[in-house]
């Protein structure tokens, strides 16, 4: 039976969220699935991703096809390493503690990059905020600045209209 990894939509219309599943490739696309491997959920930026590495290096090693999309998450979140990784050590080119080591050492170096990225969208969101409230202060003191001559001259027809009665 062939088997691929691949995404099984899910949510509601314009809000895709997706599991990502090993399934037979010959059911639907959101029908049977023979594990449920992970999430994947593109609405929230950065996008999250919640994968069962292990399971998804046991199908891969198992022979499973991932299609692109689940490709590009399984190297994403290091699946596809970590199965690269083991085939070194079943041909022992590397013992478990090196593949081990590299593996963790990636995961660090994705993580910081990971937050570094979230660091920037938080900083550029509240530079926006900043920019939309100067932009509206100004807007208010151009129309206070506005408003006030207007008084001033209303109140000094005021004072000559009153000039005139009395005499």
Partial sequence: M???IRL????????????VV????RAK?????LEKIGTYNPNTNPATIDLDVDGAVKWLQNGAQPTDTARAI????GALLKNHLAGGVQKGALTEEQA??????????????????????????ADAKAKALEAEKAVNEARIAAATPAVEDSE???AESGADSEE
């Fill in 156 to 158: 000094d027809a005021a």
């Fill in 2 to 4: 062939p088997v691929k």
């Fill in 29 to 33: 696309r959101d029908g049977r699935f």
């Fill in 74 to 77: 399984l190297s994403y979140k």
């Fill in 22 to 25: 090993a399934a037979d490739s």
């Fill in 100 to 125: 081990e080591a590299k593996f963790n050492a990636w995961l660090e170096e994705k993580a910081a990059k990971v937050s570094g990225k979230t660091e920037n969208l938080a900083k550029a969101e």
């Fill in 8 to 19: 099984q939509r899910h949510g509601k219309k314009g809000k895709p969220f997706y599991w």
